[in-house]
C-alpha cells in the first residue's frame, strides 16, 4: 500500500526538441569535419579573388578564370546537395532536393555560359540557354527556402508573407527607377524582360526569406541558416551585375564572381552540415513578431520616392501618393493579423492552461483526482467545518490481495481493475462527495456534512459495489474483487478538534488497518467510537464493524 508517488517533472515535445536542438548545435560547433570545410572554402573564396585579380587586363585567363575555374565550387555544391537529399528524410529531403535540382539549374547555366565565352567572340545570344537555367535555378530556390524553414501557424504565414508583399513593394519601388526603367528604355524586347527578371526574382526571394525568418521560429538550424545566407549573397551580387549591366557591361573578369563563388561555397558547407547533423525548424509557441523590418522598408521606401520626385520635378507625383497608401494599408492589415494571432495565442493558452490545471489534480490511469487535490481540498473542508461545526468525514478503501492480480495477471490487468474499480466508485458516492486515487491500490473519499455513522453505511455500500460483481478484465476472464475500509469522522454532534484533515487520515488509516487485520472485506470506524455487540472474531465478511 504505497501511497507516495515520485513527482517527476513535466517533459513536454517541445522540450525534448529544443534541449534535441541544442546538442545538434553543439555538435556541429565541435566537428572538426564541418569547420575543415569552412576553413577550405574560405581558402577558396581567396584564392579565386587572387586569381580574378591576376587576370585582369589578360582576356585569355579572365575567360579561363570566369567561366571554367568559376565551375569548382557550383559542382561541388550541386554534388553535396545530391549526398544530402540521399541522407535525409522527411522536410529535411524535400529542401536538399529542390537545392540539389537547383544546383543542377545553376550549373546547366554556367556550362552554357562557358560554351558561348569560348564560341562567340561577342558572348553568344541574349537570351541564351544559359537565362532559362538560371532563371529555373532561382524558381526553385523559393520552395525549397520555405520548406527548409517549416510550416507555422496559418495567421503567422499570412503575417510574414504581407511582410514579404511590404518588402518586396518597398524594394520594388525603389528598384524600378534605378535598375529595371533603364533597361526598359529601349522597349520591352525579350533581352531586357530576361534582365529585369532577375532582380525582381531576387525581389521575391529576399521577401519569402523575410516572410519565413519572421514567422515565429525559436530554432533554425545552422544549414538552414547558411542556405539563407548564401540566397542573400546571390541577391546581392544579382543586384549589382544588374547595375553593372546598365551602367556598363559585365565580363567574365568581374569581380561579382566573388559573391556568386560565396554562394556556391556557403551551399557547399549546408550540405556539409546537414548531412553529419540532421535537424528541421521548430516553430516557436510564442513569435517575438518582429515588425521592425517591414515597417523600416516601407518607410525608406517612402522617403526615397518622395526624395527621388521632389528633386527631379519638384512635387510629389501620384504614383507616390499610392504606393505609399499601399505600404500604409498593409501595415494596418498586418497590426490586424497581429491582434488576431495574439488572441489566437490568448485562446490555446488558456486551454492549456485549463488542461494543466486538470491534469495536476487528476489521476492518469483512473480519471479520479489524484492525492495532492485530494489534501489541499481536506484542508479546506477540514477549515471550514471547523469554523461552521458541520460534521465531515473520510473514507480510504484498499483493494485486497491486489499484488496477486498484478503477479498472476500482469499489470496490464490490475491497471484494468483500477480503472472499473474508479469507475464504481464514482458511480456509487454521492454527487458533492470528492473521490481520489491515494496512490496504488489505495482510494479515498471525503464526504462534506457527513458524520462517522453516515459515512460507515456509504463506505458499506462502496465496498459492497466492488464485491457484488467481478471485473471483467477480457473475454472469459473475470476476477472478483474486494477492498477492506476505513472510515474515520467527527460525531453527530460535532466535535470540531476530529476536524483536522491529518487526524483524520490517520484515524482513518488506522482502522483501515484494523480491517485488514480482521480478516479483509470490510468496514472497520475508529477507536473513539463506542464498542458494539458485534464480535469480531465471528463477525461475518461484509458486516460493518467498529473497533471494541
Request: proline share 4%.
Amino acid at each position: 500500500m504505497d501511497r507516495a508517488r515520485a513527482a517527476t517533472p513535466v517533459d513536454t515535445p517541445a522540450e525534448r526538441q529544443l534541449r534535441a536542438q541544442a546538442v545538434l548545435r553543439r555538435a556541429v560547433l565541435s566537428d572538426r569535419v564541418c569547420w575543415v570545410a569552412a576553413a577550405l572554402g574560405m581558402l577558396w573564396l581567396g584564392l579565386y579573388t587572387a586569381a580574378t585579380a591576376l587576370s585582369q587586363g589578360d582576356e585569355d585567363l579572365t575567360r579561363f578564370v570566369g567561366s571554367i575555374v568559376y565551375l569548382v565550387p557550383v559542382v561541388a555544391a550541386a554534388v553535396a546537395c545530391g549526398i544530402t537529399a540521399r541522407a535525409t528524410h522527411g522536410r529535411t529531403r524535400t529542401m536538399w532536393r529542390l537545392l540539389c535540382a537547383s544546383s543542377v539549374c545553376w550549373l546547366a547555366g554556367d556550362l552554357c555560359w562557358a560554351v558561348s565565352a569560348y564560341a562567340y567572340a561577342d558572348g553568344g545570344p541574349d537570351p541564351s540557354l544559359a537565362d532559362v537555367a538560371y532563371l529555373a535555378s532561382n524558381l526553385l530556390t523559393i520552395p525549397a527556402i520555405v520548406i527548409g524553414f517549416g510550416g507555422a501557424h496559418a495567421l503567422r504565414q499570412a503575417r510574414g508573407l504581407l511582410d514579404a508583399a511590404l518588402v518586396a513593394a518597398g524594394l520594388g519601388a525603389v528598384g524600378w527607377p534605378t535598375f529595371i526603367a533603364p533597361q526598359l528604355a529601349d522597349g520591352a524586347d525579350l533581352a531586357a524582360v530576361v534582365s529585369c527578371a532577375y532582380p525582381l526574382l531576387d525581389v521575391v526571394i529576399l521577401a519569402i526569406m523575410i516572410a519565413v525568418g519572421l514567422a515565429g521560429h525559436r530554432v533554425v538550424p545552422y544549414p538552414v541558416l547558411l542556405i539563407a545566407g548564401a540566397y542573400l549573397t546571390a541577391a546581392i551580387a544579382d543586384g549589382g551585375y544588374t547595375y553593372v549591366a546598365v551602367v556598363h557591361e559585365y565580363s567574365d573578369g568581374s569581380w561579382l564572381n566573388i559573391g556568386y563563388q560565396a554562394e556556391a561555397v556557403l551551399i557547399l558547407l549546408a550540405a556539409v552540415v546537414a548531412k553529419r547533423h540532421q535537424g528541421e525548424a521548430q516553430v516557436a509557441r510564442i513569435d517575438r513578431d518582429i515588425t521592425f523590418p517591414a515597417v523600416l522598408v516601407a518607410a525608406l521606401a517612402v522617403a526615397a520616392l518622395v526624395g527621388v520626385e521632389q528633386a527631379r520635378t519638384d512635387r510629389i507625383g501620384s504614383g507616390t501618393l499610392a504606393v505609399a497608401a499601399v505600404l500604409f494599408s498593409g501595415l494596418l492589415l498586418r497590426q490586424m493579423l497581429t491582434t488576431r494571432d495574439r488572441t489566437r495565442l490568448a485562446r490555446d493558452l488558456d486551454a492549456a492552461l485549463r488542461e494543466q490545471e486538470r491534469l495536476a489534480a487528476t489521476d492518469p490511469l483512473t480519471g479520479l483526482y489524484n492525492r495532492r487535490f485530494f489534501q489541499d481540498v481536506l484542508k479546506d473542508e477540514s477549515a471550514r467545518c471547523a469554523r461552521s461545526g458541520q460534521p465531515i468525514a473520510v473514507v480510504i478503501l484498499d483493494l485486497d490481495h491486489f499484488k496477486r492480480i498484478n503477479d498472476r495477471y500482469g499489470h496490464p490487468a490490475g491497471d484494468a481493475v483500477l480503472v472499473q474499480v474508479a469507475d464504481r466508485l464514482r458511480r456509487t458516492a454521492r454527487a458533492g462527495d470528492v473521490v481520489a486515487r491515494f496512490g496504488g491500490e489505495e482510494f479515498v473519499c471525503l464526504l462534506n456534512d457527513t458524520d462517522e455513522d453516515a459515512a460507515l453505511e456509504l463506505a458499506e455500500r462502496l465496498r459492497h459495489a466492488l464485491r457484488s460483481t467481478p471485473v471483467d478484465i477480457r473475454p472469459g476472464l473475470a476476477i472478483p474483487i474486494t477492498a477492506s475500509v476505513g472510515v474515520a469522522g467527527t460525531p453527530a454532534e460535532g466535535n470540531l478538534a476530529a476536524a483536522d484533515p491529518d487526524q483524520l487520515i490517520a484515524e482513518a488509516d488506522r482502522a483501515l488497518y484494523r480491517a485488514k487485520s480482521a480478516g479483509r472485506d470490510r468496514v472497520m470506524g475508529t477507536d473513539r467510537r463506542a464498542p458494539t455487540p458485534i464480535d469480531e472474531d465471528i463477525a461475518l465478511p461484509g458486516h460493518v464493524i467498529t473497533a471494541s
